[in-house]
Nanobody
Framework: VQLQASGGGLVQAGGSLRLSCAAS????????MGWFRQAPGKERECVAA????????YYADSVKGRFTISRDSAPNTVYLQMNTLKPEDTAVYYC?????????????????WGQGTQVTVSS
């Protein structure tokens, strides 16, 4: 599986961005795809995850009600709609896939990673 993330950029506080992660290759083999973020000096954290079927989702408390993860089977893409962005959402955002059958929320549970995309929220 190869992952290609896109959609980052600079936005003012209160604005919105939509990140995309296109998966190619043996995409039927993964069970979950997640979005992580890493701010300077901080650990990488999971902000959202979705099962391959789309029936199970996870959100970090810090983004609940503001971010929405979704997937489109054709093309095989997962989206992260980010609304009401705050300066503290500024980070490099990464997508990743996991082959675990339980919803994964830590970096060690993910097996393959895409390149990051920078999100900067100005105050």
């Amino acid at each position: 599986v190869q992952l290609q993330a896109s959609g980052g950029g600079l936005v003012q506080a209160g604005g919105s961005l939509r990140l995309s992660c296109a998966a190619s290759g043996r995409t039927f083999s993964y069970h979950y795809m997640g979005w992580f973020r890493q701010a300077p000096g901080k650990e990488r954290e999971c902000v959202a995850a979705i099962s391959w079927s789309g029936s199970s989702t996870y959100y970090a408390d810090s983004v609940k009600g503001r971010f929405t993860i979704s997937r489109d089977s054709a093309p095989n893409t997962v989206y992260l709609q980010m609304n009401t962005l705050k300066p503290e959402d500024t980070a490099v955002y990464y997508c990743a896939v996991s082959f675990t059958r339980m919803i994964p929320t830590t970096t060690r549970e993910y097996d393959l990673w895409g390149q990051g995309t920078q999100v900067t929220v100005s105050s």
